[in-house]
């Protein structure tokens, strides 16, 4: 039982480079998330799914695009990336948030934007 | 909008002291959980107590505990007999009943000294 997986672990790109993060996880959750955080600003919200085939926006979605084709994974995309997308990504899922399941995190995605 | 607040910014306290980490939020919902999660230097995000706005006995997990206020709005985190292992990144979150996205505070860096 892997829990939450995120690959890649580190990436530099170069402005205008295009990326995809992959996140999977092996709990059967429904509910999967991806974050940014930077120094100061705690976790923010980027993208979410609350099933296969759907996605919404969160707190900073601009720049950013997802998709949930299995339940399994959730994949973030970049596809021009700015030195303002330079972060830590973490990408989260749960059972059931709304009856107060807590989510549970990959170990990160730390990307440089030269 | 809900908001999480963690005035302390940072705190330091020698092993085996017992340290209590600040966190209020604002809410106008009356059904809500709260969590507190702890970020090692190893960056992954720890669930490491969850609190159910409905029950007014205070969750405990170890040598953890919370003191959960409601009228107040206060979410405390005491963790007792602290451990060198406990040095980490602290937050505190909350989520409406129902609902599906956390709100998370800016965080707490506590330290614990030998």
């Known amino acids: 039982n892997a829990g939450v997986t995120q690959t890649p672990k580190f990436r530099v790109l170069k402005t205008g480079q295009s990326m995809t993060l992959l996140c999977a996880q092996d709990?059967?959750?429904?509910?999967m998330y991806w974050y940014r955080q930077d120094p100061g600003m705690g976790l923010r919200l980027i993208h979410y799914?609350?099933?296969?085939?759907?996605?919404a926006k969160g707190e900073v979605p601009d720049g950013y695009n997802v998709s949930r084709l299995k339940k399994q994974n959730f994949l973030l995309g970049l596809e021009s990336a700015a030195p303002s997308q330079t972060s830590v990504y973490f990408c989260?899922?749960?059972?059931?948030?709304?009856?107060?399941?807590?989510?549970?995190f990959g170990p990160g995605t730390r990307l440089t934007v030269l | 909008a809900q908001t999480v607040t963690q005035s302390q910014p940072e705190m330091s306290v020698q092993e085996a002291e017992t340290v209590t980490l600040s966190c209020t939020y604002d809410?106008?919902?009356?059904?809500?959980?709260l969590f507190w999660y702890k970020q090692p230097p190893s960056r992954q995000m720890i669930l490491v107590i969850r609190?159910?706005?409905?029950?007014?006995q205070n969750a405990t997990e170890n040598r953890f505990s919370v003191n959960f206020q409601k009228a107040a709005k206060s979410f405390s985190l005491k963790i007792s007999d602290s451990q060198l292992g406990d040095t980490a990144m602290y937050f505190c979150?909350?989520?409406?009943?129902?609902?599906?996205?956390?709100?998370f505070g800016q965080g707490t860096r506590l330290t614990i000294n030998p």
């Open positions: 609190q159910e706005a409905y029950k007014q």
């Open positions: 989260a899922s749960s059972y059931r948030p709304g009856q107060g399941h807590g989510q549970f």
């Open positions: 809410t106008s919902e009356n059904n809500y959980y």
């Open positions: 799914s609350v099933g296969e085939g759907t996605t």
């Open positions: 709990m059967n959750h429904e509910y």
């Open positions: 979150a909350f989520m409406k009943g129902g609902a599906q996205k956390l709100v």
